[in-house]
C-alpha cells in the first residue's frame, strides 16, 4: 500500500489543523493505520492508531482529549484531527500502515508516508 500524507501547515497555538493521508491499494482496509510524529532531535512517537475496521483506537497522554484519528475505507483515507494545538505539538507528521496491532514501534509499520510538517507558533 502507498500513502500520501498532506493538510500540515503553519498555524497558532489553539488553531485546528486535520492531517488527512490517502492510501493507494484495495488492501486499505486489512491494514491498522497510525500517525506517527518526529520532532528535531526526537524520536519518532506514535501519536493516535485506529483498528482495521475503525472499531479501536489509541492515543498517546500528550493529545488525548485534543485529537481524533479517523478512516474512511470506502476512500482510503485515514484523518488526524489535531485542536487546541501547542507549540509542541510542532513536528512532521508521519502516517503509516501495520498489519500489527494497534502498537507503538515504527519498525511494525511496513508502510509509511512522506510526511507533512505541523509548525505551531506560540
Known amino acids: 500500500v502507498q500513502l500520501q500524507a498532506s493538510g500540515g501547515g503553519l498555524v497558532q497555538a489553539g488553531d485546528s489543523l486535520r492531517l488527512s493521508c490517502a492510501a493507494s491499494?484495495?488492501?486499505?482496509?486489512?491494514?491498522?493505520m497510525g500517525w506517527f510524529r518526529q520532532a528535531p532531535g526526537k524520536e519518532r512517537e506514535l501519536v493516535a492508531a485506529?483498528?482495521?475496521?475503525?472499531?479501536?483506537?489509541y492515543y498517546a497522554d500528550s493529545v488525548k482529549g485534543r485529537f481524533s484519528i479517523s478512516r474512511d475505507n470506502a476512500k482510503n483515507t485515514v484523518y488526524l484531527q489535531m485542536r487546541s494545538l501547542k507549540p509542541e505539538d510542532t513536528a512532521v507528521y508521519y502516517c503509516?500502515?501495520?498489519?500489527?496491532?494497534?502498537?507503538?514501534?515504527?519498525?511494525?509499520?511496513?508502510?509509511w508516508g512522506q510526511g507533512t510538517l505541523v509548525t505551531v507558533s506560540s
Open positions: 485506529i483498528s482495521r475496521g475503525g472499531g479501536n483506537t
Open positions: 491499494g484495495r488492501t486499505f482496509s486489512t491494514y491498522n
Open positions: 503509516a500502515a501495520s498489519s500489527y496491532g494497534l502498537v507503538g514501534n515504527p519498525a511494525l509499520y511496513p508502510y
